[in-house]
């Protein structure tokens, strides 16, 4: 059965840092193109980084460029974002999720990534 599961999540003091994992199950993640989402309460859900394994390299949104890293595992078959400085306005769910490989990854359409995790909180409070 095909699943992506997150985990990581969290309560975090402004600053403060977390790591999220995005773990595959029935297919191969560095197949893949592989998207970070977040959303926030009452805001629609963005994109905030990406792998593209066609290129062999990350994308990330402008908001949390130089603070988060996304990596990949292949062994263990697990996606990571790493989250460094973190703001109160980092404050969301994330998904993690696989493209269609229709579009770039860094295009970071909803619609366009056709399985998604259950999602994993982050808060940034202090």
């Known amino acids: 059965q095909l699943q992506l599961v997150e985990s990581g999540g969290g309560l975090v003091q402004p600053g403060g840092s977390l790591r999220l994992s995005c773990a595959a199950s029935g297919f191969i993640l560095g197949s893949y193109d592989i998207g970070w989402f977040r959303q926030a309460p009452g805001k629609e859900r963005e994109g905030v980084s990406c792998f593209s394994n066609r290129e062999d390299r990350s994308y990330y949104a402008d908001s949390v460029k130089g603070r988060f890293t996304i990596s990949r595992d292949s062994v263990k078959n697990v996606v990571y974002l790493q989250m460094n400085s973190l703001k109160p306005e980092d404050t969301a769910v994330y998904y993690c999720?696989?493209?269609?490989?229709?579009?770039?990854?860094?295009?970071?359409?909803?619609?366009?990534?056709?399985?998604w995790g259950q999602g994993t909180q982050v808060t940034v409070s202090s």
């Open positions: 999720a696989r493209t269609r490989g229709y579009r770039h990854c860094s295009d970071y359409v909803p619609n366009e990534y056709d399985h």
